[in-house]
């Protein structure tokens, strides 16, 4: 199954976050951790051959967290060290809160997964290529509903929270007068539903999770980041989580880096600007094999990759899902809905959750981010509720990170 990649390939000379070094696939899988060092020393020892900048991880069974371990640094200016409780966005692993939220909306019966999403709007929503489809909600959560990635998107993205409300971003993107309208670059030529789409441009789809946070809403009727304050982060215990820097404790928020290449340069169709330095850091600042620092951004698509959270308290999240919808004695979801959702019975997929192997002969659900700064990944295993989440404040995951989920797996033995 294909899994989602970096959002922004806008640092032409940066790592970019691949597919391969996740599942164990890559070729680059010939390291070995030392079995005799301990499993921090082991990981220290790889990731300071690595040049990793900051990481942390957290491994649950069951109910329980039971490992947690940081590496490197939250802040390299200002020699901050990692810790497992550092909060940062989290890419497209944050869409698992926004499926999240929509199935609690359809497990009150406020909705039915192959609705037309029309009839939940204050204006419509079809592609121009094909205006007599409907878009349903089981196609946006699955990406097969043929809404694209227009150029807006990747505009979108400044420093600071959003100046852009979801509201206006939404309606400004599916009207036809509005501001971020684009008959063509908005949509795919294939019709909504379809299950074997092209495989290029690919039919993953962000603005289709900021749809349905905007249908969250609009179904429910208050904003949607405080929907997921009230109904998912705070009855959790993810007392330091949210979507946008005012939600959260900024002083704990880890700085994001990419790492750069040989020959680092602004890319040709942006400015310096367009890479979202940090404060402080200048075009000057670019050297070869280094790293840049980027502002605390955000973009107007918020609910489809800017949860801000540590692997800590996301472990809350992801224990309730390994325990059939429940955790801290608060019913997160019905155990028949997770069921439902961790099945390929949605266009051959899975709603919203996808598979991951790691290189084992197991089954782990779960999902992939990257982002400016951002390498994620949290998944979990059914048969055992053996969880894993990691988090890397810089865009790429080094080489051979499927071994390193292997024996961090093997601790949970």
Not at 120 to 137: A, C, G, M, Q, W
Not at 232 to 245: A, D, K, R, V
Not at 280 to 303: K, M, R, W
Not at 395 to 407: H, K, Y
Request: charge should be negative; proline fraction near 6%; charged fraction near 20%.
């Amino acid at each position: 199954m294909t899994s989602p990649q970096s959002r922004r390939q806008f640092l032409q000379s940066a790592t970019v976050l691949t597919l391969g070094a996740l599942v164990g696939c890559d070729s680059r899988q010939e390291l070995t951790l030392d079995p005799s060092l301990s499993i921090e020393e082991a990981l220290n020892a790889h990731f300071s051959s690595q040049g990793i900048s900051g990481y942390s991880a957290a491994l649950i069974k069951g109910d329980q967290l039971v490992w947690s371990y940081a590496y490197g640094q939250a802040d390299r200016s200002s020699n901050v060290a990692m810790t497992p409780d550092h909060i940062q966005n989290i890419g497209s692993v944050s869409k698992t809160i926004t499926a999240t939220a929509i199935m609690q909306l359809w497990e009150e019966g406020r909705f039915q997964l192959d609705d037309d999403i029309n009839g939940y709007l204050p204006f419509s929503v079809r592609n121009p290529k094909f205006p007599d489809e409907p878009i349903t909600f089981r196609q946006l959560l699955t990406h097969r509903s043929s809404i694209n990635d227009g150029p807006s998107y990747d505009e979108s993205y400044a420093c600071g929270d959003p100046a852009v409300s979801l509201e206006d971003w939404i309606t400004g993107y599916f009207t036809p007068d509005g501001a971020y309208y684009n008959a063509e670059a908005n949509f795919h030529i294939w019709k909504p539903g379809t299950v074997d789409p092209p495989e290029e441009p690919r039919a993953y789809t962000n603005v289709g999770y900021g749809l349905l946070g905007y249908l969250v809403e609009q179904i429910a009727g208050q904003s949607f980041d405080t929907y997921c304050q009230e109904r998912i982060f705070q009855p959790l215990g993810m007392e330091n989580s949210g979507w946008h820097l005012r939600e959260i404790d900024i002083d704990m928020h880890s700085t994001l880096y990419s790492t750069l290449g040989d020959d680092p340069q602004p890319p040709e169709d942006g400015s310096f600007d367009s890479m979202l330095p940090a404060d402080g850091f200048t075009e000057a600042d670019l050297v070869p094999n280094g790293f840049i620092p980027h502002c605390q951004y955000s973009f107007y698509n918020y609910p489809d990759g800017l949860v801000r959270t540590s692997v800590s308290q996301l472990s809350r999240f992801l224990r309730a899902y390994a325990l059939g919808g429940e955790f801290n004695g608060y019913r997160l979801l019905k155990a028949d809905t997770i069921e439902m959702m961790l099945s390929e019975d949605h266009f051959e997929r899975g709603l919203c959750f996808y598979t991951y192997s790691f290189g084992t002969d197991d089954e782990f659900w779960g999902h992939d981010g990257g982002d400016p700064g951002v390498a994620t990944i949290m998944a979990f295993r059914k048969r055992d509720d053996v969880g894993l989440i990691m988090f890397f404040n810089q865009d790429d995951f080094g080489e051979g990170i499927g071994e390193v989920i292997r024996r961090i797996l093997e601790e949970a033995a």
